[in-house]
C-alpha cells in the first residue's frame, strides 16, 4: 500500500459525460501527478500541482482538468467525454516538488466510456 | 524530449532462471531513473532508483538494476525469478531540475513466469 488513495475504483460512463476522479496524497506529500494509462498510447502525463498550484503539463486535453485543494487533495475533471477517454488514471505524489522526489502511485481509476 | 525504450513487449521466463530487462532512455541531461512494477489490477510499485552515485542500484524483491551511460541503459537484473514476479515492468526516466518533473514511461515489458 503506497498511501495514495483514489475514488472510485472504476467508473462507468457514457459519452458527452462528465466525470471527476479524486485523489488523497500521502500525508506530507505536497506534490500530486496525474498520468493516464492506455493500451494505445501506455502511461503518459497529464499534470502536476504542487501545495495548490499548477507545476507542471503534459499532454492534457483541453476537455480535462485538475485542481489541488488546500487539504492537498486532487481532483481531475474529465468532460466531453469520448470512446477514446477509457483508460486507468493514476494519481501519484510525492514529498516536494520533483525531481530527486520519488513518486508513489495509487492503485488507479478505471474509467469505461460506453 | 525525453524518451525511454523498452524494446521487449513480452519476456517469459521458467521459474529459478535469471531475468534481465532491458531499458534504454534519451534525456540531455543527468538522468533520474527508475523502475515500477505493476501487477495485474494493481498501481504501480516502485522496485529501484538511480540518481547518482554507485551505478548499481538495489531494489525490493531481490531486484538490482545498472545504469550505464555511455549505453544509456538502465537495465533491471534478478538472480532467480519467482512465481510472483509475473507482472508488467514500466522503466521511467524523470527530470534533474528546473520544470521537468513529470515521469516518461517506456511502454513495459510483460513478464511471464513458467513453473
Known amino acids: 500500500d503506497s498511501g495514495v488513495t483514489q475514488t472510485p475504483k472504476h467508473l462507468i460512463t457514457a459519452t458527452g459525460q462528465r466525470v471527476t476522479l479524486r485523489c488523497s496524497p500521502r500525508s506530507g506529500d505536497l506534490s500530486v501527478y496525474w498520468y493516464q494509462q492506455s493500451l494505445d498510447q501506455g502511461l503518459q502525463f497529464l499534470i502536476q500541482?504542487?501545495?495548490?498550484?499548477?507545476?507542471a503539463k503534459g499532454n492534457i486535453l483541453e476537455r480535462f482538468s485538475a485542481q489541488q485543494f488546500p487539504d492537498l487533495h486532487s481532483e481531475l475533471n474529465l468532460s466531453s467525454l469520448e470512446l477514446g477517454d477509457s483508460a486507468l488514471y493514476f494519481c501519484?505524489?510525492?514529498?516536494?516538488?520533483?525531481?530527486?522526489?520519488?513518486?508513489?502511485f495509487g492503485p488507479g481509476t478505471r474509467l469505461t466510456v460506453l | 524530449a525525453q524518451s525511454v525504450t523498452q524494446p521487449d513487449i513480452h519476456i517469459t521466463v521458467s521459474e529459478g532462471a535469471s531475468l534481465e530487462l532491458r531499458c534504454n532512455y534519451s534525456y540531455g541531461a543527468t538522468p533520474y531513473l527508475f523502475w515500477y512494477v505493476q501487477s495485474p489490477g494493481q498501481g504501480l510499485q516502485l522496485l529501484l532508483k538511480?540518481?547518482?552515485?554507485?551505478?548499481l542500484v538495489q531494489g525490493i524483491k531481490g531486484f538490482e538494476a545498472e545504469f550505464k551511460r555511455s549505453q544509456s541503459s538502465f537495465n533491471l537484473r534478478k538472480p532467480s525469478v519467482h512465481w510472483s514476479d509475473a507482472a508488467e515492468y514500466f522503466c521511467a526516466v524523470g527530470g534533474s531540475g528546473g520544470s521537468n518533473y513529470k515521469l516518461t514511461f517506456g511502454k513495459g515489458t510483460l513478464l511471464t513466469v513458467n513453473p
Open positions: 501519484a505524489s510525492s514529498q516536494k516538488r520533483g525531481g530527486t522526489d520519488t513518486q508513489y
Open positions: 500541482y504542487y501545495n495548490g498550484e499548477e507545476r
Open positions: 538511480y540518481f547518482s552515485g554507485d551505478t
